[in-house]
T-cell receptor
Framework: NAGVMQNPRHLVRRRGQEARLRCSPM?????VYWYRQLPEEGLKFMVY????????ESGMPKERFSAEFPKEGPSILRIQQVVRGDSAAYFC??????????????FGEGSWLTVV | AQSVTQLGSHVSVSEGALVLLRCNYS??????LFWYVQYPNQGLQLLLK??????LVKGINGFEAEFKKSETSFHLTKPSAHMSDAAEYFC?????????????FGKGMKLTVNP
């Protein structure tokens, strides 16, 4: 039973390029979350998605960032025109049940983005 | 707003010594609380969680935490530290609003275990 799979694990982008981070949730999980971890900080919530729906994007920067979770395929976190401040670890998490059910949220290994 | 506070950023203990990592929460509703561990360059692994019921929660790797409502605390302990416990530990509270849910994390605590 594979865990939450993220790729790439490490990504280097030049300023102004686009970064695409992919996340395949655990089998049977239809709830996906993205978090960002900046150096020396804890994880910050970015977005919560269910299949084909963005439920809560209150933690997403207003510009350049977008996320999707299509009916088929992985969830994608897309960062356009990256800047040095986007350098961080991006973690995906998934859960099998809707909010409020007390279930566990499982995290992936993370994607480390470095902007040069 | 619900939040957790982990005071300090580093803790150092000797191998075999007690591990105590502090977490205080702020919540207007009964909280769901979590401890996660992160090893270098890896993702977060759930150590334990408190939802309802027994206030002393046992987790993996010999860790446990006690929910104390009167002190708004959820401190993580382990009686005897092992070298393999060296990692970063995060306390988190679940926030549920409308149809959304998220974890709000503390800033983390790096645990160093000295031989």
């Amino acid at each position: 039973n594979a865990g939450v799979m993220q790729n790439p694990r490490h990504l280097v982008r030049r300023r102004g390029q686009e970064a695409r981070l992919r996340c395949s949730p655990m089998k049977g999980h239809s709830h996906v979350y993205w978090y960002r971890q900046l150096p020396e900080e804890g994880l910050k919530f970015m977005v919560y998605l269910q299949k084909e729906n963005i439920i809560d994007e209150s933690g997403m920067p207003k510009e350049r960032f977008s996320a999707e979770f299509p009916k088929e395929g992985p969830s994608i976190l897309r960062i356009q025109q990256v800047v040095r401040g986007d350098s961080a670890a991006y973690f995906c998490a998934s859960s099998p049940l809707p909010p409020g059910s007390g279930n566990t949220i499982y995290f992936g290994e993370g994607s480390w983005l470095t902007v040069v | 707003a619900q939040s957790v506070t982990q005071l300090g950023s580093h803790v150092s203990v000797s191998e075999g010594a007690l591990v105590l990592l502090r977490c205080n929460y702020s919540s207007s509703v009964p909280p769901y609380l979590f401890w996660y561990v992160q090893y270098p360059n890896q993702g977060l692994q759930l150590l334990l969680k408190y939802t309802t019921g027994a206030t002393l929660v046992k987790g993996i790797n010999g860790f446990e935490a006690e929910f104390k409502k009167s002190e708004t605390s959820f401190h993580l302990t382990k009686p005897s530290a092992h070298m393999s416990d060296a990692a970063e530990y995060f306390c988190a509270v679940r926030v549920t609003q409308g149809g959304s849910e998220k974890l709000v994390f503390g800033k983390g605590m790096k645990l160093t275990v000295n031989p």
